[in-house]
């Protein structure tokens, strides 16, 4: 059975590459879902929890850069 691991500076990018289509892909797919609605209150409504999770991702994103930085440089 094949290895699959990754390097570790794959891997990196595999963690941030995999889990920042949030916003550019949430956004539009809920204005095609409620392409109908005709209350734009109601979109920003149901928009909000895709945009706090996308700032906390980014703050989680800075403190993950200097560990995944300490990891890649002890290889």
Known sequence: VPSFQYSRR???????????KTLAMGIPLINALFANTSNEQWLSIISLPLIIYHVIQLILGAFQVII????I???
């Not at 995944?68 to 990891?71: A, D, V």
């Open 10 to 20: 794959d891997t990196v990018a595999l963690i941030f590459c995999g889990a920042t």
């Open 68 to 71: 995944l930085k300490n990891w």
């Open 73 to 75: 440089d002890k290889a």
